[in-house]
């Protein structure tokens, strides 16, 4: 059974994000592990000396509280979506969420993180990086990222860039067993730029490697990478477009506000980030 890490801040951004983490564990045969991670509060322990344990039990207690208050909410999603029989576990944990997120998916054996982005919060570090533009920092399983304005839809088609590079081959084989259990189709894509270093042979070498997987090859020839991934999701109806964590600036582009939402309005579908060295 596998088993599916699902970071929340009980947010509306997380709990869109929910019903995806419901429909995954479904398809998976899956459970879910539900884990509301909340920051360390700096407490003064010379000024509170007397009641400083006091004072740190009243802050855990606030956090048990709504964590208490906002459970029943979910699983009212999930009964909702008639998918109340998805087994769930709660974990209740302090510290930073990239940490915690870390430290679960090690202690909880996890195959799969799903959690929502904005484009805007702290929670987007995870992603794409505060400052050092990392991505899915020293997560070892794949995440799938869903954005806000992404509603949960059946997936048909997966989208998965590639550079034909010999560590992208795990990538896909790993997206070709969940394209399998979904009953979708796999797209990948390779845009080929004018300084592109990939061969003919390489390329037919990867078609008669996978020429019995459900899988579709295609090739565009241009410079502007970022625009040319976006109209292969327009025009190929993309659903999930499977990002491999090596490629860090582009993945950083498209979780730019300013980008996506300017040049790609319509661009509200989730990622699939796979970590590879």
């Known amino acids: 059974m596998k088993r599916i890490l699902f970071p929340t801040d009980f947010s509306a951004i997380a709990t869109n994000a929910f019903v995806h983490a419901l429909a995954f564990a479904k398809i998976l045969h899956g459970e879910l592990i539900i884990l509301h991670s909340y920051p360390a509060r700096p407490i003064d322990d010379q000024f509170f000396a007397e ?16 964590f208490k208050e906002e459970v029943p909410k979910l699983h009212a999603i999930a009964t909702a979506c008639n998918l109340d029989n998805i087994k769930m576990t ?35 570090a995870v992603f794409v990086g505060s400052n050092s533009g990392d991505v ?8 799938l990222c869903v954005p806000l304005d992404s509603k949960y839809k059946t997936i048909k088609t997966i989208g998965f860039t590639t550079r034909y590079r010999a560590k992208d081959k795990q990538a896909i084989q790993t997206v070709v067993n969940l394209a399998k259990h979904l009953n979708a189709k796999l797209k990948c894509l390779y845009v080929k730029t004018s300084n592109s270093d990939v061969s003919k042979e390489t390329i037919a070498e990867w078609e008669t490697e996978f020429e019995t997987q459900p899988i579709e090859f295609f090739i565009v020839e241009s410079d502007v990478i970022n625009e040319a991934v976006m109209d292969f999701i327009a025009f190929e109806n993309v659903d999930v477009l499977t990002m491999l964590t090596y490629k860090r600036g582009f993945f950083k582009g498209l979780f730019q506000p300013s980008y996506t939402k300017m040049a790609h309005p319509e661009f509200h579908i989730p990622i699939l980030a796979i970590p590879i060295d």
């Open 51 to 66: 009641n400083f344990k006091t004072v740190y039990d009243t802050v855990e207690l606030t956090q048990f509280d709504m």
């Open 90 to 124: 709660h974990r209740l944990m302090e510290g930073e969420l990239v940490d915690n997120i870390k430290k679960s998916v090690e202690e909880d054996k996890i195959d799969f993180v799903v959690m929502g982005t904005s484009g805007i919060t702290e929670w987007d």
């Open 136 to 143: 899915i920092i020293g997560i070892t399983v794949p995440v």
